[in-house]
Protein backbone atom coordinates (compact mmCIF):
# COMPACT_ATOMS: atom_id res chain seq x y z
CA UNK A 1 0.00 0.00 0.00
CA UNK A 2 1.46 3.54 -1.38
CA UNK A 3 0.81 6.04 1.50
CA UNK A 4 1.09 9.52 1.18
CA UNK A 5 4.91 11.25 2.08
CA UNK A 6 3.43 13.86 4.13
CA UNK A 7 3.58 10.63 6.77
CA UNK A 8 7.54 10.59 6.17
CA UNK A 9 7.69 13.74 8.20
CA UNK A 10 5.91 12.42 11.04
CA UNK A 11 6.35 9.17 13.72
CA UNK A 12 4.57 7.89 16.50
CA UNK A 13 4.11 9.79 19.80
CA UNK A 14 6.90 8.76 21.96
CA UNK A 15 4.68 9.36 25.22
CA UNK A 16 1.89 6.86 23.32
CA UNK A 17 4.74 4.75 22.60
CA UNK A 18 6.14 4.48 26.41
CA UNK A 19 2.67 3.64 27.47
CA UNK A 20 2.82 0.19 26.59
CA UNK A 21 5.65 0.27 28.70
CA UNK A 22 2.99 0.62 32.04
CA UNK A 23 1.61 -2.67 32.43
CA UNK A 24 3.74 -3.72 34.86
CA UNK A 25 2.11 -4.34 38.22
CA UNK A 26 2.64 -1.56 40.52
CA UNK A 27 4.36 0.92 38.47
CA UNK A 28 4.32 4.62 39.54
CA UNK A 29 3.53 6.74 36.32
CA UNK A 30 4.50 10.49 35.81
CA UNK A 31 4.19 10.13 32.41
CA UNK A 32 1.01 11.12 31.32
CA UNK A 33 -0.73 14.52 30.84
CA UNK A 34 -4.08 13.70 32.22
CA UNK A 35 -6.28 15.41 34.25
CA UNK A 36 -7.13 13.95 37.62
CA UNK A 37 -10.50 12.10 36.90
CA UNK A 38 -11.23 11.88 40.21
CA UNK A 39 -11.22 15.45 40.49
CA UNK A 40 -14.11 15.76 37.69
CA UNK A 41 -16.96 17.27 38.49
CA UNK A 42 -19.13 14.02 37.53
CA UNK A 43 -22.38 15.47 39.10
CA UNK A 44 -22.90 18.13 37.47
CA UNK A 45 -21.65 16.94 33.84
CA UNK A 46 -24.04 14.29 34.79
CA UNK A 47 -26.74 17.18 35.71
CA UNK A 48 -26.20 18.92 32.69
CA UNK A 49 -26.25 15.96 30.37
CA UNK A 50 -29.87 15.21 31.88
CA UNK A 51 -31.27 18.68 31.19
CA UNK A 52 -30.42 19.28 27.59
CA UNK A 53 -31.51 15.70 26.94
CA UNK A 54 -34.67 16.48 28.54
CA UNK A 55 -35.38 19.58 27.78
CA UNK A 56 -33.44 20.35 23.95
CA UNK A 57 -33.53 16.83 22.37
CA UNK A 58 -33.83 17.17 19.40
CA UNK A 59 -31.39 19.82 18.51
CA UNK A 60 -28.51 18.42 20.46
CA UNK A 61 -28.82 14.88 19.05
CA UNK A 62 -29.14 16.42 15.72
CA UNK A 63 -26.49 17.87 13.24
CA UNK A 64 -25.48 21.48 14.10
CA UNK A 65 -23.83 24.55 12.24
CA UNK A 66 -19.68 23.83 11.85
CA UNK A 67 -19.18 27.28 13.65
CA UNK A 68 -20.28 25.51 16.28
CA UNK A 69 -23.84 25.58 19.23
CA UNK A 70 -25.22 28.93 19.28
CA UNK A 71 -25.51 28.74 23.33
CA UNK A 72 -22.36 27.81 23.76
CA UNK A 73 -20.18 30.05 21.73
CA UNK A 74 -22.25 32.69 24.05
CA UNK A 75 -20.69 31.07 26.64
CA UNK A 76 -17.29 31.45 25.67
CA UNK A 77 -17.67 34.51 24.62
CA UNK A 78 -18.47 35.71 28.27
CA UNK A 79 -15.77 32.99 29.86
CA UNK A 80 -13.42 34.95 27.79
CA UNK A 81 -14.60 38.44 28.93
CA UNK A 82 -14.07 37.32 32.64
CA UNK A 83 -10.35 36.91 31.71
CA UNK A 84 -9.74 39.86 30.13
CA UNK A 85 -10.54 38.98 26.79
CA UNK A 86 -13.30 40.99 24.41
CA UNK A 87 -14.51 38.00 22.13
CA UNK A 88 -18.03 38.05 20.42
CA UNK A 89 -19.09 34.67 19.68
CA UNK A 90 -19.21 35.43 16.21
CA UNK A 91 -15.14 35.43 16.93
CA UNK A 92 -14.60 31.73 17.51
CA UNK A 93 -15.56 28.33 16.42
CA UNK A 94 -15.69 25.86 18.59
CA UNK A 95 -13.73 22.61 17.87
CA UNK A 96 -12.99 19.25 18.68
CA UNK A 97 -10.85 20.39 21.46
CA UNK A 98 -8.27 22.57 21.08
CA UNK A 99 -5.75 19.81 19.00
CA UNK A 100 -8.30 20.24 16.14
CA UNK A 101 -7.47 24.16 16.29
CA UNK A 102 -4.04 23.65 16.01
CA UNK A 103 -4.79 20.69 13.07
CA UNK A 104 -6.67 23.80 11.68
CA UNK A 105 -4.19 26.36 11.62
CA UNK A 106 -1.59 23.71 10.29
CA UNK A 107 -4.13 23.56 7.67
CA UNK A 108 -5.39 26.32 6.47
CA UNK A 109 -1.63 27.97 6.83
CA UNK A 110 1.11 26.01 5.80
CA UNK A 111 2.66 24.76 3.03
CA UNK A 112 5.68 22.31 2.74
CA UNK A 113 8.72 23.85 3.55
CA UNK A 114 6.64 26.81 5.41
CA UNK A 115 8.80 27.97 8.54
CA UNK A 116 7.03 27.77 11.83
CA UNK A 117 9.04 28.50 14.98
CA UNK A 118 7.84 26.75 18.24
CA UNK A 119 9.03 26.74 21.72
CA UNK A 120 12.17 24.47 22.69
CA UNK A 121 10.79 22.64 24.45
CA UNK A 122 6.93 22.75 23.21
CA UNK A 123 3.92 20.68 23.15
CA UNK A 124 5.23 17.25 21.12
CA UNK A 125 1.52 17.19 19.05
CA UNK A 126 2.14 20.67 17.87
CA UNK A 127 5.29 19.24 16.10
CA UNK A 128 3.62 16.18 15.02
CA UNK A 129 1.00 18.16 13.42
CA UNK A 130 2.85 20.70 11.79
CA UNK A 131 5.69 18.65 10.33
CA UNK A 132 2.52 16.26 9.30
CA UNK A 133 1.64 19.52 6.51
CA UNK A 134 5.12 19.98 5.76
CA UNK A 135 6.69 23.14 8.63
CA UNK A 136 10.40 23.55 8.26
CA UNK A 137 10.52 23.71 12.60
CA UNK A 138 12.62 26.54 14.49
CA UNK A 139 12.85 26.25 18.26
CA UNK A 140 13.22 29.37 19.97
CA UNK A 141 14.87 29.03 23.56
CA UNK A 142 13.34 29.37 26.73
CA UNK A 143 13.69 29.91 30.19
CA UNK A 144 11.64 30.12 33.56
CA UNK A 145 9.68 33.33 32.18
CA UNK A 146 9.13 31.31 29.11
CA UNK A 147 10.33 32.00 25.44
CA UNK A 148 13.47 34.25 25.09
CA UNK A 149 11.75 37.34 23.38
CA UNK A 150 15.26 38.76 22.66
CA UNK A 151 16.50 35.36 20.69
CA UNK A 152 12.74 34.69 19.20
CA UNK A 153 13.00 38.44 17.62
CA UNK A 154 15.83 37.65 16.31
CA UNK A 155 14.63 34.13 14.47
CA UNK A 156 11.48 35.99 12.98
CA UNK A 157 13.45 38.32 11.51
CA UNK A 158 15.99 35.92 10.07
CA UNK A 159 13.32 33.36 9.09
CA UNK A 160 10.05 35.36 8.51
CA UNK A 161 8.00 32.53 9.99
CA UNK A 162 4.43 31.70 8.26
CA UNK A 163 3.69 31.45 12.36
CA UNK A 164 4.97 31.42 15.65
CA UNK A 165 3.06 29.00 18.21
CA UNK A 166 3.37 29.69 22.00
CA UNK A 167 2.17 28.34 25.14
CA UNK A 168 2.48 31.39 27.10
CA UNK A 169 0.99 29.77 30.21
CA UNK A 170 2.20 26.91 32.34
CA UNK A 171 3.95 25.31 29.56
CA UNK A 172 3.91 21.95 28.22
CA UNK A 173 6.55 20.24 29.09
CA UNK A 174 8.36 23.34 30.56
CA UNK A 175 6.07 24.55 32.91
CA UNK A 176 7.10 27.51 32.35
CA UNK A 177 4.81 31.14 32.23
CA UNK A 178 5.73 33.91 29.98
CA UNK A 179 6.19 37.29 32.16
CA UNK A 180 4.16 40.24 31.17
CA UNK A 181 6.70 42.13 30.15
CA UNK A 182 7.75 38.95 27.63
CA UNK A 183 3.97 39.32 26.50
CA UNK A 184 3.47 43.01 25.54
CA UNK A 185 7.01 42.59 22.94
CA UNK A 186 5.45 39.80 21.66
CA UNK A 187 2.53 41.52 20.51
CA UNK A 188 4.56 44.45 19.18
CA UNK A 189 7.12 42.24 17.26
CA UNK A 190 3.98 40.82 15.68
CA UNK A 191 2.68 43.87 14.43
CA UNK A 192 5.84 45.39 13.15
CA UNK A 193 6.75 41.91 11.71
CA UNK A 194 3.32 40.90 10.59
CA UNK A 195 3.90 37.54 11.86
CA UNK A 196 0.74 35.32 13.27
CA UNK A 197 1.42 34.16 17.05
CA UNK A 198 -0.59 30.99 17.93
CA UNK A 199 -1.19 31.20 21.56
CA UNK A 200 -2.53 27.79 22.96
CA UNK A 201 -3.88 28.10 26.19
CA UNK A 202 -5.10 24.93 27.87
CA UNK A 203 -3.71 25.50 31.31
CA UNK A 204 -4.46 28.80 31.86
CA UNK A 205 -6.87 28.42 34.63
CA UNK A 206 -4.55 25.71 36.88
CA UNK A 207 -2.87 28.57 38.65
CA UNK A 208 -1.82 27.84 42.42
CA UNK A 209 -1.70 31.12 43.97
CA UNK A 210 -1.92 34.10 42.24
CA UNK A 211 -3.16 34.13 38.75
CA UNK A 212 -0.78 34.57 35.72
CA UNK A 213 -0.65 37.61 33.73
CA UNK A 214 -3.40 38.21 31.10
CA UNK A 215 -3.13 36.30 27.60
CA UNK A 216 -2.01 37.45 24.57
CA UNK A 217 -5.23 37.64 23.46
CA UNK A 218 -6.33 39.85 26.64
CA UNK A 219 -3.75 41.89 26.16
CA UNK A 220 -3.67 42.50 22.67
CA UNK A 221 -6.49 45.46 23.15
CA UNK A 222 -3.27 47.42 24.44
CA UNK A 223 -1.08 47.32 21.50
CA UNK A 224 -2.91 48.54 18.84
CA UNK A 225 -2.80 45.88 15.73
CA UNK A 226 -1.93 43.40 17.14
CA UNK A 227 -5.33 41.43 17.18
CA UNK A 228 -4.89 41.28 13.55
CA UNK A 229 -1.60 39.07 13.80
CA UNK A 230 -3.39 36.70 16.69
CA UNK A 231 -4.83 33.57 17.28
CA UNK A 232 -6.11 32.16 20.48
CA UNK A 233 -7.06 27.68 21.54
CA UNK A 234 -8.50 27.31 24.36
CA UNK A 235 -9.96 24.14 25.75
CA UNK A 236 -12.25 22.29 28.42
CA UNK A 237 -10.39 19.41 28.45
CA UNK A 238 -8.19 20.18 31.72
CA UNK A 239 -10.72 22.16 33.60
CA UNK A 240 -14.10 20.27 32.93
CA UNK A 241 -13.39 16.68 30.84
CA UNK A 242 -11.24 15.68 28.29
CA UNK A 243 -13.57 13.11 27.38
CA UNK A 244 -16.04 16.16 26.04
CA UNK A 245 -13.61 17.12 23.31
CA UNK A 246 -14.90 20.89 23.43
CA UNK A 247 -12.53 23.17 22.40
CA UNK A 248 -12.30 26.68 20.60
CA UNK A 249 -10.47 29.06 18.22
CA UNK A 250 -10.31 32.84 18.15
CA UNK A 251 -8.55 34.35 15.09
CA UNK A 252 -8.82 37.05 12.56
CA UNK A 253 -12.00 36.66 10.55
CA UNK A 254 -10.35 35.37 6.72
CA UNK A 255 -8.35 32.32 8.91
CA UNK A 256 -11.32 32.08 11.07
CA UNK A 257 -13.59 31.37 7.49
CA UNK A 258 -11.07 29.14 6.19
CA UNK A 259 -10.18 27.00 9.21
CA UNK A 260 -14.22 26.86 9.48
CA UNK A 261 -14.38 25.47 5.97
CA UNK A 262 -11.30 23.25 6.22
CA UNK A 263 -13.33 21.74 9.85
CA UNK A 264 -16.29 20.59 7.48
CA UNK A 265 -14.33 18.67 5.87
CA UNK A 266 -13.16 16.95 8.82
CA UNK A 267 -15.96 16.24 11.17
CA UNK A 268 -18.74 18.65 9.95
CA UNK A 269 -19.29 19.66 13.39
CA UNK A 270 -18.16 19.26 16.88
CA UNK A 271 -20.71 17.08 18.61
CA UNK A 272 -23.84 18.70 19.35
CA UNK A 273 -24.38 16.76 22.85
CA UNK A 274 -20.73 17.49 24.36
CA UNK A 275 -21.54 21.35 23.29
CA UNK A 276 -24.63 21.23 24.95
CA UNK A 277 -23.51 20.07 27.96
CA UNK A 278 -20.30 22.07 28.54
CA UNK A 279 -22.79 25.40 27.79
CA UNK A 280 -25.39 24.08 30.29
CA UNK A 281 -22.64 23.74 32.93
CA UNK A 282 -21.38 27.11 32.49
CA UNK A 283 -24.81 28.28 33.64
CA UNK A 284 -24.74 25.92 37.01
CA UNK A 285 -21.68 28.24 38.92
CA UNK A 286 -19.90 25.08 39.74
CA UNK A 287 -16.92 25.66 37.66
CA UNK A 288 -15.10 28.37 40.20
CA UNK A 289 -15.40 25.79 42.83
CA UNK A 290 -14.22 23.01 40.52
CA UNK A 291 -11.35 24.76 39.81
CA UNK A 292 -10.72 25.91 43.48
CA UNK A 293 -10.43 21.85 44.52
CA UNK A 294 -8.76 21.15 41.20
CA UNK A 295 -5.94 24.24 42.04
CA UNK A 296 -5.64 23.20 45.58
CA UNK A 297 -5.10 19.83 44.83
CA UNK A 298 -2.39 20.63 41.91
CA UNK A 299 -0.64 22.45 43.84
CA UNK A 300 0.13 20.64 46.43
CA UNK A 301 0.97 17.52 44.68
CA UNK A 302 3.45 19.85 42.95
CA UNK A 303 4.80 21.21 46.31
CA UNK A 304 5.27 17.82 47.70
CA UNK A 305 6.83 16.56 43.98
CA UNK A 306 9.39 19.42 44.43
CA UNK A 307 10.52 18.78 48.15
CA UNK A 308 10.81 14.94 47.24
CA UNK A 309 13.31 15.61 44.34
CA UNK A 310 15.39 17.87 45.90
CA UNK A 311 15.45 15.35 49.16
CA UNK A 312 15.71 11.97 46.80
CA UNK A 313 17.99 13.54 43.88
CA UNK A 314 20.06 16.67 45.24
CA UNK A 315 22.04 18.00 43.11
CA UNK A 316 21.79 15.12 40.32
CA UNK A 317 18.83 17.65 38.80
CA UNK A 318 17.80 21.14 38.58
CA UNK A 319 14.17 22.27 37.91
CA UNK A 320 12.15 25.33 38.18
CA UNK A 321 8.98 25.11 40.33
CA UNK A 322 6.28 25.40 38.19
CA UNK A 323 3.30 27.98 39.67
CA UNK A 324 0.41 26.31 37.68
CA UNK A 325 -0.30 23.54 35.11
CA UNK A 326 0.52 19.57 35.35
CA UNK A 327 4.16 19.68 34.56
CA UNK A 328 8.05 19.71 36.11
CA UNK A 329 10.44 20.17 33.19
CA UNK A 330 13.43 18.62 34.97
CA UNK A 331 17.25 17.88 33.69
CA UNK A 332 19.89 15.87 34.63
CA UNK A 333 23.14 17.84 35.71
CA UNK A 334 26.05 14.76 35.32
CA UNK A 335 26.87 15.88 39.19
CA UNK A 336 29.27 13.56 41.27
CA UNK A 337 29.74 11.89 37.75
CA UNK A 338 26.41 10.69 37.35
CA UNK A 339 24.89 10.14 33.91
CA UNK A 340 23.51 13.19 32.28
CA UNK A 341 21.25 11.34 29.55
CA UNK A 342 17.62 11.05 30.28
CA UNK A 343 17.01 8.09 28.01
CA UNK A 344 18.94 5.93 30.07
CA UNK A 345 17.51 7.47 33.32
CA UNK A 346 14.07 6.63 32.25
CA UNK A 347 14.92 3.19 31.71
CA UNK A 348 16.49 2.45 34.61
CA UNK A 349 13.34 4.46 36.31
CA UNK A 350 11.16 1.88 34.42
CA UNK A 351 12.78 -1.32 36.14
CA UNK A 352 12.60 0.59 39.62
CA UNK A 353 9.19 1.01 38.79
CA UNK A 354 8.63 4.20 37.87
CA UNK A 355 7.76 6.13 34.51
CA UNK A 356 8.11 9.64 33.24
CA UNK A 357 9.17 10.99 29.76
CA UNK A 358 12.36 11.85 28.31
CA UNK A 359 12.41 15.32 27.02
CA UNK A 360 13.81 14.99 23.43
CA UNK A 361 10.75 14.19 21.76
CA UNK A 362 9.96 17.70 22.57
CA UNK A 363 12.69 19.71 20.95
CA UNK A 364 11.75 20.30 17.44
CA UNK A 365 15.30 20.18 16.58
CA UNK A 366 18.29 20.09 18.48
CA UNK A 367 17.20 18.19 21.53
CA UNK A 368 18.77 18.53 24.94
CA UNK A 369 19.26 14.58 25.99
CA UNK A 370 19.45 15.36 29.92
CA UNK A 371 16.12 17.01 30.21
CA UNK A 372 13.12 14.65 31.11
CA UNK A 373 8.93 16.13 32.17
CA UNK A 374 7.21 14.53 35.17
CA UNK A 375 3.48 15.59 35.43
CA UNK A 376 2.40 15.35 39.27
CA UNK A 377 -1.48 15.86 38.30
CA UNK A 378 -2.65 12.48 38.28
CA UNK A 379 -0.63 11.34 41.24
CA UNK A 380 -1.28 10.90 45.16
CA UNK A 381 1.05 12.41 47.75
CA UNK A 382 1.97 9.20 48.71
CA UNK A 383 2.84 7.90 45.72
CA UNK A 384 5.12 10.85 44.88
CA UNK A 385 6.78 10.56 47.42
CA UNK A 386 7.57 6.87 47.24
CA UNK A 387 7.68 7.11 43.04
CA UNK A 388 10.54 10.41 43.56
CA UNK A 389 12.21 7.92 46.10
CA UNK A 390 12.50 5.27 42.94
CA UNK A 391 13.74 8.03 40.83
CA UNK A 392 16.45 9.22 43.47
CA UNK A 393 17.42 5.14 43.18
CA UNK A 394 17.64 5.16 39.29
CA UNK A 395 19.70 8.28 38.65
Known sequence: MQFADRLNNVET???????????????????GGFPDPALFDVEGIKESSNAVLTNTPG??????ATEGYGPLRESISAFMANKGATVSPEGLIVTTGSQQALDLIGKTLINPGDKVIVEA???????????????HLIGAPIDADGVDVDQLEKLID???????YLIPTFGNPSGATLSLARRKRILEIAVRTQTLIV?????????????????????????????????????FSKILSPGLRVGWMIAPPALLANATMCKQFSDAHTS?????????????????????????????????????????????????????????????????????????????????????VPGAPFFATNPDLATFRLSFATVGLEKIEEGIARLGQAV
Open 13 to 31: SAIRELFKLLGKPGIISFA
Open 59 to 64: PVLQYG
Open 121 to 135: PTFLATIQCFRLYGA
Open 158 to 164: EHKPKLV
Open 199 to 235: EDDPYGELYFDEAPPLSLLALSDTVPGSRDWLAHCGS
Open 272 to 356: NLTQAICAHYLTLNRLDSTLAVVRKTYAERARVMAESLRRELGDAVSFNQPQGGMFFWARLTGAQGKSALAPEFAKRAIEQGVAF
